[in-house]
């Protein structure tokens, strides 16, 4: 699979901040603030720590196509009871290298 330069930016943020903090997992973090202009808030840690650089318009497609690519796996994805938009979702790296 083919991937877009946005997913491959992506995979090498992910890469670099996973390298750094010596682990192989990071999370997507989705959080609905409640009232306009603001709205849902979405974003990416390792280790607690926000990762900047990446195009957040697309994260969700992004992953998911990282995640069909054999580049990432979802460990763990949990909702919280009172707003479903609020989502905290556990990957991890593989060890796949891109085609």
């Given at each position: 699979?083919?991937?877009?330069?946005?997913?491959?930016?992506?995979?090498?943020?992910?890469?670099?901040?996973?390298?750094?903090?010596q682990?192989?997992e990071?999370m997507?973090?989705?959080?609905?603030?409640?009232?306009?202009?603001f709205?849902?808030y979405?974003?990416?840690?390792?280790?607690?720590?926000?990762?900047?650089?990446?195009?957040?318009?697309?994260?969700?497609?992004?992953?998911?196509?990282?995640?069909?690519?054999?580049?990432?796996?979802?460990?763990?994805?949990?909702?919280?009871?009172?707003?479903?938009?609020?989502?905290?979702?556990?990957?991890?790296?593989?060890?796949?290298?891109i085609?």
């Amino acid at each position: 699979m083919k991937l877009t330069p946005s997913q491959i930016n992506l995979l090498s943020v992910l890469k670099i901040a996973t390298k750094q903090a010596q682990t192989d997992e990071f999370m997507y973090k989705s959080e609905w603030l409640g009232y306009l202009p603001f709205g849902q808030y979405q974003w990416l840690e390792v280790v607690g720590k926000e990762l900047k650089n990446i195009n957040l318009l697309s994260i969700e497609a992004d992953l998911a196509s990282l995640e069909k690519a054999s580049q990432i796996y979802k460990v763990k994805e949990m909702m919280s009871s009172f707003e479903e938009e609020d989502i905290l979702i556990i990957y991890k790296l593989t060890t796949e290298e891109i085609n």
